[in-house]
């Protein structure tokens, strides 16, 4: 068997699934905001393209996806961030949704071959980053994101470890923070990567989910042109339509940029054997040609993350994020608690046992580094289930804290 198998850690449902198991709540109604799994509808036009194009199933499909779906997707990307251009034959490529695509990058761009290969990844993260570096004969190489540095990175590693770093995971809107990029930490994380030699992959399947339609977040590709490096060298960008378009089953996202890492991307998956499928494609194309279910789908997490703020804020210290579906909620600290925070694992669990809430522990999803674990002291909570639902959330941990 392959040894770095018995590399990657347990996932954090799974440590949540043993924190809670055996646990039996007095409340019937189960409330779960522990997975960012999106539940409002998938809309119509998604799934009526689905059944349109049903014939797509009696062909294989090519690794690259049809013509038209990375037109649709260059024309969606120049739109949504002002691109001067983007190719459809070079700087875009379908993926079967973010994550194969997040996990398959590094096993393209990392070179295990150098000594002790880093891949630098934000902490607390999205754990597949975590996976995808071991997988590729790296080491996680982690930036701690802390309330101190209003959830930026900390970019404090060594001239040695950035030597080492080949790849850059990049996650805005940052889950579970919900912190966004600005255009200063762009400039910043590109100085870095020209002067030490690493690809930026920038994960931003959270890129829909915001409050000011006025503002939407920025993105890398729309921070590369505004800085003038409208190759987008070094740079990969991550999108999906599972949270824009309530559509997590359908595994359908999209890579973009540096037309030369996304040629070697290409030649990886035409091996690994990811094409997708050509019914998947043409709701895809339905999907990213739409936008009134897009702001339809913010309207209805604008309301809920209006309502449940204010009850929580009382008890908890939650802060609307600058977007995404996720508060990520310090923990205030017991009574026999000394510190600013309370412990996070035992507070999930103590309030599921009273109340049927499940949240997820901050600390399953970081790991200490620099002596701290970044997660500990906060629960992340998706506010995903309907507004009423999350409310009643709100109102069984505000009575919880009675
Ligand atoms: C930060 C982040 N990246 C990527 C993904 C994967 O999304 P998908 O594979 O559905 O596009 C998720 C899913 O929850 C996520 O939270």
Redesign the pocket.
Same mark, same amino acid.
């Given at each position: 068997m392959n040894p770095l198998l018995t590399t990657l850690q347990p996932y954090p449902f799974e440590k949540l699934h043993g924190l809670l198991a055996g646990i039996v709540p007095p409340v019937p109604v189960p409330i779960r905001l522990s997975i960012?799994?999106p539940r409002h509808p998938t809309p119509a036009l998604l799934r009526e393209a689905l059944v349109e194009h049903l014939d797509g199933l009696a062909t294989y499909p090519m690794s690259a996806g049809l013509g038209e779906l990375r037109e649709t997707l260059a024309a969606w990307f120049r739109r949504r961030y002002s691109l001067q251009h983007l190719d459809s034959e070079t700087e875009v490529l379908p993926v /079967?949704?973010?994550?194969?695509? $997040?996990f398959a990058f590094a096993q393209t761009v990392v070179d295990a071959s150098y000594p002790a290969p880093l891949v630098a990844c934000p902490n607390p993260f +999205?754990q597949?980053y975590e996976g995808a570096a071991l997988l590729a004969g790296a080491r996680p190489l982690f930036l701690n994101q802390t309330a101190d540095n209003g959830f930026g990175f900390d970019l404090e590693a060594t001239v040695d470890e950035w030597n080492r770093t080949q790849l850059l995971y990049v996650?805005s809107p940052? /889950?579970p923070t919900g912190r966004v990029l600005t255009l200063e930490d762009w400039r910043e994380l590109f100085g870095l990567a020209d002067r030490y030699g690493f690809v930026i992959a920038s994960?931003e399947? +959270?890129s829909e989910i915001y409050t000011d339609e006025a503002a939407p977040p920025l993105g890398a590709l729309e921070a590369a042109h505004r800085l003038g490096r409208d190759d987008y060298r070094g740079l990969v960008v991550?999108v999906? $339509?599972?949270?824009r378009s309530n559509a997590?089953g359908l595994?359908?996202?999209c890579v973009a940029g540096d037309a030369a890492l996304l040629r070697q991307f290409l030649l990886y998956r035409t091996y690994h054997g990811c094409a997708m499928s050509l019914t998947v494609q043409h709701a895809s194309i339905a999907a990213w040609s739409d936008e009134v279910h897009v702001r339809d789908n913010r309207a209805r997490y604008r309301k809920t993350f209006a309502a449940v703020v204010p009850i929580l804020s009382p008890v908890m210290q939650v802060q609307r994020p600058d977007a995404g579906f996720y508060l990520w909620a310090g923990v205030p600290p017991g009574r026999n608690e000394s510190g600013s925070r309370g412990d996070d694992v035992a507070f999930a669990r103590d309030l599921f046992a009273a109340t049927h809430v499940t949240v997820l522990p901050g600390q399953f999803l970081a790991r200490e580094a620099h002596g701290v674990n970044p997660g500990r002291g906060y629960v992340r909570m998706a506010l995903v289930p309907e507004t009423h639902e999350c409310i009643e959330a709100a109102e069984r941990i505000v009575e919880f804290f009675r």
């Open positions: 960012g799994e /079967n949704g973010t994550r194969e695509a $997040l +999205y597949i996650c940052g /889950n994960d399947c +959270y991550f999906s $339509l599972s949270k997590p595994r359908s996202g």
